[in-house]
């Protein structure tokens, strides 16, 4: 009932621009349509209800048969790509399926393959790679005959998209060049920037991951740039995924959470779900299982909701190497036997390989030899399939053959540049001479600017390492009240909202603190000494500790057989011990123990 309103809500605000004549209506909505597309990467939700609302008025106000087809095939199109950008792949299938009908009815090549093309997305999505295959081979055949070019690479991204679902990484890569040099050819700049996502994902499962960011952050700036906001969290996901390989969790978690917030307001499910699911791997890298399982369990709920299958094994199997660190061999055990079927039909050689070696490691645990080895023997089969040393020479061989083609390119643009280069050196000459900074002035500017940075960098690490567990658990609460919002109690909210509260607060006493310390260094603020019992102030900030050690089996022991008096800042010797015992904890074992002892000692 409620999208019914809003259709009508939207035709009745078309009223006064729908002409008189079924013609001038008929022009008005295919307007309407283009509009639509144009905000399949950036407003989904709202390209969803244009299209919706043309569908309903073309059915019920449009009396002529051919034009009301036509406007019904141009809303089916944009609707069905809008629905699997919202990740209501059974919607979009549909949707799909019957704008192919109509398409095929009246003759339309272009909006046939439009419509194949979304049903071989959804399928990739689904895991069902032979029909997807088949689908975008067929769209690219319709595509060639009617010499469309950036619609011919945009399909052959798709068959290296299946190809690469699948790890045939030979194929993948070869459709992959071939769609990017084609864009480049059209000088099609928003499909630039997903073909050099594609190409760095590549690069990634290669384990090339300085490469796969060079081609990924060319992809995000292109994707900016044309304003394709779809297209930017899964970019960003995959930035942090190769920037967690390379070591640096820092942007990795950045990149991240940018892409969990952007998800979240385009109503991406899945790409919300990826976005969890990388900042569940990131937790895993940092040791906090904890964490790692809420942010994996959230993950799967939206898999679930969106249907998309591989999304969920590869979930799943990230959970069991949580479980596998943990020692839970029997839970990992448990889990693996129900995804084996779903993870088999899946055909992808990657998942399949990961799936193996984690079957391997834990039957070895579980002291299941013979079953450990026939599952290792499996996982190096199928790691030397996918990365065999003919899919690192195909890589070399396209890199080569991609870098002839832009050198070509590029020869007329540096030729024309040679003139612009020349005033531009006479330029800079003169530029040179007006300056009148001396190098001791300067080298000693350099210095100043070194020293601020360096400060800068030990200040951000100090706040990244305060605020990350509140902010991490307010964004495991927020996720969790958007997912399941329809479910909870008016209680359960306010329950939600407390705990978010509550680290919001703590997060602006931390900041509060860090401000305190900027003003004490610049002179404006003085430390507040005073005499104060040392034990009481530790004695407080271990109270909050408890919770945190008992998750590692971790007692806390403190030793003050006297009372200690000192003169110190209380707050900040709060914040001293508050970072040292959180250090002591996270780097501890399980199952150890933390000792603080007071004592004084003579001057």
């Known amino acids: 009932m409620a999208e019914q309103s809003n259709i009508q809500t939207l035709i009745n605000s078309w009223n006064h621009e729908l002409a008189s004549t079924e013609e001038e209506s008929k022009d008005f909505c295919l307007r309407q349509c ?111 005959s009617i010499h469309d070019d950036a619609l011919m690479a945009t399909s052959l991204m798709n068959i290296g998209n299946v190809y690469l679902a699948l790890g045939d990484l030979t194929n993948a890569l070869e459709y992959f060049m071939q769609s990017l040099l084609l864009r480049e050819k059209i000088n099609d700049e928003h499909g630039i920037g997903v073909s050099l996502s594609n190409i760095g994902n590549v690069y990634g499962i290669m384990g090339d991951a300085d490469q796969a960011v060079v081609y990924l952050q060319k992809s995000l700036a292109s994707k900016i740039a044309t304003n394709n906001k779809q297209g930017q969290v899964q970019t960003l996901c995959d930035l942090a995924t190769q920037y967690l390989s390379l070591g640096d969790v820092t942007k990795a978690r950045d990149h991240a959470n940018v892409a969990l917030q952007v998800a979240i307001y385009l109503g991406n499910i899945d790409g919300e779900a990826s976005a969890l699911h990388l900042l569940g791997l990131i937790e895993t890298d940092a040791t906090e299982y904890k964490y790692a399982l809420e942010y994996f369990t959230h993950s799967l709920t939206l ?55 984690q079957y391997s490691t834990v039957h070895e645990h579980l002291k299941n030899y013979e079953l450990a080895l026939h599952h290792a023997r499996i996982f190096h089969e199928l790691h030397e399939r996918v990365f065999n040393q003919h899919s690192a020479e195909r890589l070399r061989n396209l890199q080569i053959l991609h870098q002839v083609e832009s050198t070509k390119k590029e020869n007329e643009i540096y030729r024309l540049r040679n003139i612009e280069l020349a005033h531009a050196y006479q330029d800079a000459d003169t530029l040179s001479r007006s300056l009148s900074l001396s190098n001791a ?55 939600i909202f407390q705990k978010i509260k509550k680290n919001t607060d703590r997060m602006t006493q931390i900041i509060k603190k860090m401000v305190d310390l900027f003003t004490m260094e610049s002179g404006a603020m003085k ?77």
């Open 441 to 495: 002035e300067l080298n000693e500017a350099i210095e100043q600017l070194e020293i601020i940075n360096k400060e800068k960098n030990d200040i951000f690490g100090i706040v990244v390492h305060d605020l990350r567990n509140p902010l991490t658990a307010i964004t495991l609460n927020v996720s969790g009240a958007l997912s399941n919002s329809p479910k909870l109690s008016n209680g359960e909210m306010v329950q």
């Open 34 to 144: 283009k509009i639509a597309e144009t905000m399949l990467n950036t407003e989904p939700q709202k390209a969803d209800g244009i299209a919706a609302a043309l569908i309903h008025f073309a059915q019920h106000n449009i009396g002529d048969h051919d034009s009301k087809l036509e406007i019904e095939k141009e809303a089916l199109l944009v609707r069905g790509a809008t629905l699997y950008r919202l990740t209501q792949y059974q919607e979009a299938l549909t949707i799909s399926s019957r704008a192919l009908d109509i398409a095929k009815e009246i003759g339309d090549i272009k909006g046939q393959s439009f419509a194949l093309n979304t049903m071989g997305a959804v399928a990739i999505a689904q895991g069902d790679y032979e029909s997807a295959l088949h689908q975008h081979t067929e769209s690219l055949a319709l595509r060639k």
């Open 527 to 603: 430390p507040i000494m005073e005499q104060h019992d040392l034990a009481a102030i530790i004695n407080k900030v271990v109270d909050n500790f408890v919770p945190v050690a008992n998750e590692k089996n971790i007692s806390i022991h403190i030793d003050a057989s006297t009372q200690t008096f000192a003169e110190v800042d209380m707050i900040l010797f709060e914040e001293i011990i508050d970072n040292v015992l959180s250090n002591a904890i996270k780097f501890s074992p399980h199952d150890s123990k933390v000792n603080i002892k007071i004592f004084t000692v003579e001057q």
């Open 303 to 357: 898999r679930t909701k969106s249907g998309n299958t591989r999304g969920y094994v590869e979930t799943v199997l990230a959970q069991c190497d949580v479980f596998i660190y943990l020692q839970q061999y029997k839970e990992a055990l448990a889990t693996l036997d129900e995804i084996q079927k779903r993870t088999e039909s899946l055909q992808s050689l990657t998942l399949l390989r990961s799936f193996h070696r």
